[in-house]
């Protein structure tokens, strides 16, 4: 490792702009030696340690089979396109990538990586429904004929299946739910494009690869399927592996805790309803029972989701045992519809292999139903999610994302309250090895929290120090002057202080918001008083606003969680990083209530061990925003001053990087040599 990664090694003669990172070397060691002792690691790497590489260097030399999961599509094609071509380069020198290879112990003599690259079902099409669609005449429009037309020509090209290579089709498009490979629809070995399905494709790959490299979402809804199935020899898609490495491993709480939920929504019926009317119409099986049993369905579904108790986004179903006491007959009614559409399609004779598929998806639904109405699981919160229009489904069901424009669609979650328990139990007991890695996992120099939240007990730790000098590049300004964010005043103060800022760092500056309502406020306060071009989230799509913000001198983006993290602007287009407020999750959001409900009630205390923790983390990652290279130099400001004035506070100022900081405007004048 140290040849490679020191002051005249393999890296330092092939890389254009490479510097000694002590850090680096330290993670690829300590990656090295988890994978030889077949241990757990958790380790903390700051921005500019160079962690991608850190872990792919002991991963190539290992020779095991090793899955990379990463929290976002963007690392997942750093590694597959940047990384490991580069090391292959470094090692191996010139020559393709193989994308897969079946000898796997011959890798000094082939001198190449066997690498493959895969992402969530939905992003592939599904030749199959490609070929039905061909002679049903469901398309709505001249655009959707145009887009047909398009993916139609190119199915005959592509050999990967991936919506990614058609840079024309419109990220919301309809017509490509229809058409893309769910696992809602798929009927497996039975299906007549089986061999040549780019499932099926990407699945061989995959038992051929040595590095599989996938996203957490991909990872756990495929861990959970494998739990369904309880070990079933072709459940999901990843093969098994000796390790993996979770990169941007402070997700995977709430990725996890999605896909161990359930989610059953009247989209999810309307879906499984369309579906079976579509099938049946075209293998012209439908009869008047039929027509009869999936009518019931679709009243008796928009009935039931009607009688929920109202509410607007997401909120506790505390009163589960009451609404069966009242509307027990809705319930009862709802399962006897699906159970005749079920019992109606059982009975057809010679059916197509996908009428047993509905009848399994009925019988699913049916499940969880009962599951999200009467379980008394302990470790489970309940809860309802109202959405306008087309909201999709969350976690296991991530199918339904369209609905009638302007319907409200009702969702009845399920969501494990403490995941650490299933993932000790399906996962770290199951691997041999498995590296989380983060720029932001450590709370107060330490790893307690993770390791509580996810279950993880026996493991190494590690906090790297990192490759920038915060204390010259960075300032961190905490005005104490200001009110108490929770107090009405709070919100023209900020907007006043926000103005003053921008006006000495000139713009060039993220303000990031933990509330819509909150950023929209001070966006209409501000609009007209600030001289720079302001950009709003929502007001474009991330990527173009963006895109926008780099391009365009002086510019100013008020955003909110989504620009928290995985945003990525070098130099000094932006030089300013303002947060309103400490992110504390919302208290009331029955997620967060739950967990904190059930740390109390065990003796614990929430808001120490979950609640400030938790919020630390995020705040590191909105900071990280800030410096990203080693040129870079900016301005930090937190306009919450509970983190000088709390207990608390310290929690956040000791785990954040060692920022020079300050309470006076002044210092932040002298930082951009502005007189007062």
Same mark, same amino acid.
């Given at each position: 490792?140290?040849?490679?990664?020191?002051?005249?090694?393999?890296?330092?003669? /092939?890389?254009?702009?490479?510097?000694?990172? !002590?850090?680096?070397?330290?993670?690829?060691?300590?990656?090295?030696?988890?994978?030889?002792?077949?241990?757990?690691?958790?380790?903390?790497?700051?921005?500019?340690?160079?962690?991608?590489?850190?872990?792919?260097?002991?991963?190539?030399?290992?020779?095991?089979?090793?899955?990379?999961?990463?929290?976002?599509?963007?690392?997942?094609?750093?590694?597959?396109?940047?990384?490991?071509?580069?090391?292959?380069?470094?090692?191996?020198?010139?020559?393709?990538?193989?994308?897969?290879?079946?000898?796997?112990?011959?890798?000094?003599?082939?001198? !190449?990586?066997?690498?493959?690259?895969?992402?969530?079902?939905?992003?592939?099409?599904?030749?199959?429904?490609?070929?039905?669609?061909?002679?049903?005449?469901?398309?709505?429009?001249?655009?959707? $004929?145009?887009?047909?037309?398009?993916?139609?020509?190119?199915?005959?090209?592509?050999?990967?299946?991936?919506?990614?290579?058609?840079?024309? @089709?419109?990220?919301?498009?309809?017509?490509?739910?229809?058409?893309?490979?769910?696992?809602?629809?798929?009927?497996?070995?039975?299906?007549?494009?089986?061999?040549?399905?780019?499932?099926?494709?990407?699945? !061989?790959?995959?038992?051929?690869?040595?590095?599989?490299?996938?996203?957490?979402?991909?990872?756990?809804?495929?861990?959970?399927?494998?739990?369904?199935?309880?070990?079933? +020899?072709?459940?999901?898609?990843?093969?098994? %592996? *000796?390790?993996?490495?979770?990169?941007?491993?402070?997700?995977?709480?709430?990725?996890?805790?999605?896909?161990? #939920?359930?989610?059953?929504?009247?989209?999810?019926?309307?879906?499984?309803?369309?579906?079976?009317?579509?099938?049946?119409?075209?293998?012209?099986?439908?009869?008047?029972?039929?027509?009869?049993a999936l009518g019931s369905l679709?009243?008796?579904?928009?009935?039931?989701?009607?009688?929920?108790?109202?509410?607007?986004?997401?909120?506790?179903?505390?009163?589960?045992?009451?609404?069966?006491?009242?509307? #027990? =007959?809705?319930?009862?009614? @709802?399962?006897? *519809?699906?159970?005749?559409? *079920?019992?109606?399609?059982?009975?057809?004779?010679?059916?197509?292999?996908?009428?047993?598929n509905f009848v399994r998806r009925?019988?699913?639904?049916?499940?969880?139903?009962?599951?999200?109405?009467?379980?008394?699981?302990?470790?489970?919160?309940?809860?309802?999610?109202?959405?306008?229009?087309?909201?999709?489904?969350?976690?296991?069901?991530?199918? %339904?994302?369209?609905?009638?424009?302007?319907?409200?669609?009702?969702? &009845?979650?399920?969501?494990?309250?403490?995941?650490?328990?299933?993932?000790?139990?399906?996962?770290?007991?199951?691997?041999?090895?498995?590296?989380?890695?983060?720029?932001?996992?450590?709370?107060?120099?330490?790893f307690e929290y993770i390791r509580?939240? &996810?279950?993880?007990?026996? %493991?190494?730790?590690?906090?790297? +120090?990192?490759?920038?000098?915060?204390?010259?590049?960075?300032?961190?300004?905490?005005?104490?002057?200001?009110?108490?964010?929770?107090?009405?005043?709070?919100?023209?103060?900020?907007?006043?202080?926000?103005?003053?800022?921008?006006?000495?760092?000139?713009?060039?500056?993220?303000?990031?918001?933990?509330?819509?309502?909150?950023?929209?406020?001070?966006?209409?306060?501000?609009?007209?008083?600030?001289?720079?071009?302001? @950009?709003?989230?929502?007001?474009?799509?991330?990527?173009?606003?963006?895109?926008?913000?780099?391009?365009?001198?002086?510019?100013?983006?008020? *955003?909110?969680?989504?620009?928290?993290? #995985?945003? =990525?602007?070098?130099?000094?287009? &932006?030089?300013?990083?303002?947060?309103?407020?400490?992110?504390?999750?919302?208290?009331?959001?029955?997620?967060?209530?739950?967990?904190?409900?059930?740390?109390?009630?065990?003796?614990?205390?929430?808001?120490?061990?979950?609640?400030?923790?938790?919020?630390?983390?995020?705040?590191?990652?909105?900071?990280?925003?800030? $410096?990203?290279?080693?040129?870079?130099?900016?301005?930090?400001?937190?306009?919450?001053? !509970?983190?000088?004035?709390?207990?608390?506070?310290?929690?956040?100022?000791?785990? &954040?990087?060692?920022?020079?900081?300050?309470?006076? /405007?002044?210092?932040?004048?002298?930082?951009?040599?502005?007189?007062?």
């Amino acid at each position: 490792m140290y040849q490679f990664f020191a002051p005249g090694g393999v890296l330092s003669r /092939m890389h254009p702009t490479y510097e000694f990172r !002590r850090g680096q070397l330290q993670m690829a060691q300590a990656v090295e030696q988890a994978l030889e002792e077949k241990r757990h690691l958790i380790v903390e790497a700051g921005t500019g340690t160079g962690k991608t590489l850190a872990y792919l260097m002991p991963v190539i030399r290992s020779r095991k089979r090793v899955i990379i999961s990463t929290g976002t599509k963007n690392l997942q094609e750093q590694l597959f396109y940047k990384d490991v071509p580069f090391l292959e380069q470094a090692l191996y020198g010139g020559g393709e990538k193989q994308v897969s290879r079946s000898a796997r112990n011959d890798k000094e003599i082939a001198g !190449r990586l066997s690498v493959c690259y895969m992402k969530g079902r939905n992003n592939y099409l599904c030749r199959k429904k490609l070929y039905d669609l061909t002679d049903r005449p469901v398309l709505s429009g001249l655009e959707q $004929i145009e887009q047909y037309r398009a993916i139609a020509a190119w199915e005959k090209t592509t050999g990967t299946g991936d919506r990614a290579e058609l840079a024309e @089709l419109p990220e919301a498009s309809l017509l490509w739910h229809k058409l893309d490979a769910r696992a809602d629809a798929c009927i497996g070995q039975k299906c007549s494009e089986w061999e040549r399905c780019f499932i099926t494709e990407m699945r !061989r790959k995959a038992m051929e690869s040595d590095i599989i490299i996938v996203n957490h979402h991909l990872f756990f809804a495929d861990l959970a399927i494998k739990l369904l199935a309880e070990g079933a +020899p072709d459940a999901g898609i990843l093969p098994e %592996a *000796a390790a993996v490495i979770f990169d941007e491993a402070h997700e995977l709480e709430d990725v996890a805790g999605n896909y161990f #939920g359930i989610s059953v929504s009247n989209l999810r019926l309307e879906e499984l309803a369309r579906d079976v009317e579509n099938s049946l119409q075209h293998n012209k099986m439908m009869s008047a029972s039929l027509s009869g049993a999936l009518g019931s369905l679709r009243e008796r579904s928009q009935f039931f989701f009607s009688l929920l108790p109202p509410g607007e986004g997401r909120f506790a179903f505390d009163t589960r045992r009451e609404f069966l006491e009242e509307n #027990g =007959d809705e319930f009862v009614a @709802l399962n006897q *519809a699906l159970t005749r559409v *079920a019992g109606e399609l059982e009975g057809l004779p010679q059916k197509p292999k996908e009428i047993f598929n509905f009848v399994r998806r009925a019988q699913e639904i049916q499940v969880q139903l009962g599951f999200a109405m009467e379980s008394k699981d302990r470790n489970t919160v309940f809860w309802i999610e109202r959405r306008g229009g087309g909201g999709g489904s969350r976690g296991a069901n991530k199918g %339904a994302e369209t609905s009638g424009r302007g319907r409200q669609n009702v969702f &009845l979650q399920a969501t494990p309250i403490d995941v650490g328990p299933i993932l000790r139990e399906c996962l770290w007991s199951k691997l041999e090895c498995a590296v989380l890695t983060s720029a932001t996992l450590a709370v107060g120099g330490g790893f307690e929290y993770i390791r509580q939240r &996810l279950g993880l007990e026996h %493991a190494r730790e590690s906090v790297l +120090p990192s490759h920038f000098d915060y204390e010259s590049q960075a300032l961190l300004y905490m005005p104490p002057d200001l009110p108490d964010p929770r107090t009405a005043q709070f919100t023209a103060k900020a907007a006043e202080r926000i103005r003053r800022l921008l006006e000495i760092t000139r713009g060039r500056a993220f303000v990031l918001f933990t509330s819509y309502a909150q950023m929209n406020d001070i966006y209409q306060r501000l609009l007209g008083e600030v001289e720079f071009p302001i @950009l709003r989230q929502g007001d474009a799509p991330k990527s173009a606003l963006l895109e926008e913000f780099r391009l365009t001198p002086n510019a100013v983006l008020f *955003a909110t969680s989504s620009f928290w993290q #995985g945003v =990525d602007v070098q130099g000094e287009q &932006l030089s300013c990083v303002i947060i309103d407020r400490l992110p504390f999750a919302v208290p009331s959001d029955p997620v967060v209530a739950a967990r904190v409900k059930a740390i109390d009630a065990g003796g614990g205390n929430a808001f120490f061990q979950y609640q400030v923790p938790a919020a630390v983390i995020t705040l590191k990652q909105g900071f990280g925003r800030l $410096i990203r290279s080693l040129h870079d130099r900016g301005l930090l400001v937190l306009l919450d001053n !509970r983190i000088l004035k709390k207990q608390y506070g310290r929690v956040f100022i000791e785990s &954040l990087p060692n920022y020079k900081k300050t309470t006076e /405007m002044r210092v932040v004048e002298e930082f951009f040599d502005v007189g007062s």
